[in-house]
T-cell receptor, first 111, second 113 residues
Framework: SQQGEEDPQALSIQEGENATMNCSYK?????LQWYRQNSGRGLVHLIL?????REKHSGRLRVTLDTSKKSSSLLITASRAADTASYFC???????????FGGGTRVLVKP | DVKVTQSSRYLVKRTGEKVFLECVQD?????MFWYRQDPGLGLRLIYF???????EKGDIPEGYSVSREKKERFSLILESASTNQTSMYLC????????????FGPGTRLLVL
């Protein structure tokens, strides 16, 4: 079964709006990563947050991590049409060494 | 700039054929991975390798094998392709710290008829 589960599965917003997606996981983690995938392409790493961190920023991206709730959120501020993509969270378990991906959130940003 | 390349973007094969998917990275990474991606199932790890001539099974290795003869190249082999192996195949590599960022290739979309 998947370690990470994203919510919602799909999201449609207007350009300029913020997009928020969530990821929940089941077991203790070493770190959690977010990736973006444009249609039919490979994944691109966006941001990594470690289990001892609570918040991290990268440009228009803000990631939070709540280890007590085993959840993370990715916020994209001031969205652009180019942000249209699928977004995946991936976890590295505390006792493991592999990335385990969730099913992804499809984001559509309408011009 | 980091680069992972895959030998084909699209492949069409027939049931029973032997299929080779090649992946090359130019970052001198020790770790390489093969995933398949299916709608609603996310990415699932097939095999990975932490060094030349070394391989470990991932979550769904059945029906697949791999080869790592050189550090930069990791091949995925479908010994006898079946229709349920129709999928998007993604290769990735990462630095020696296994917990860190993975760099992905563009993917190979395989159709088995």
């Amino acid at each position: 079964s998947q370690q990470g589960e994203e919510d919602p599965q799909a999201l449609s917003i207007q350009e300029g709006e913020n997009a928020t997606m969530n990821c929940s996981y089941k077991t203790s983690i070493n770190n959690l990563q977010w990736y973006r995938q444009n249609s039919g392409r490979g994944l691109v790493h966006l941001i990594l947050i470690r289990s001892n961190e609570r918040e991290k920023h990268s440009g228009r991206l803000r990631v939070t991590l709540d280890t007590s709730k085993k959840s993370s959120s990715l916020l994209i501020t001031a969205s652009r049409a180019a942000d249209t993509a699928s977004y995946f969270c991936a976890t590295v378990q505390a006792a493991g060494n592999k990335l385990t991906f969730g099913g992804g959130t499809r984001v559509l940003v309408k011009p | 700039d980091v680069k992972v390349t895959q030998s084909s973007r699209y492949l069409v094969k027939r049931t029973g054929e032997k299929v080779f998917l090649e992946c090359v990275q130019d970052m001198d990474h020790e770790n390489m991975f093969w995933y398949r991606q299916d709608p609603g199932l996310g990415l699932r790890l097939i095999y990975f390798s932490y060094d030349v001539k070394m391989k470990e099974k991932g979550d769904i290795p059945e029906g697949y094998s791999v080869s790592r003869e050189k550090k930069e190249r990791f091949s995925l082999i479908l010994e006898s392709a079946s229709t349920n192996q129709t999928s998007m195949y993604l290769c990735a590599s990462s630095s020696p710290d296994r917990h860190e960022t993975q760099y992905f290739g563009p993917g190979t979309r395989l159709l088995v008829l």
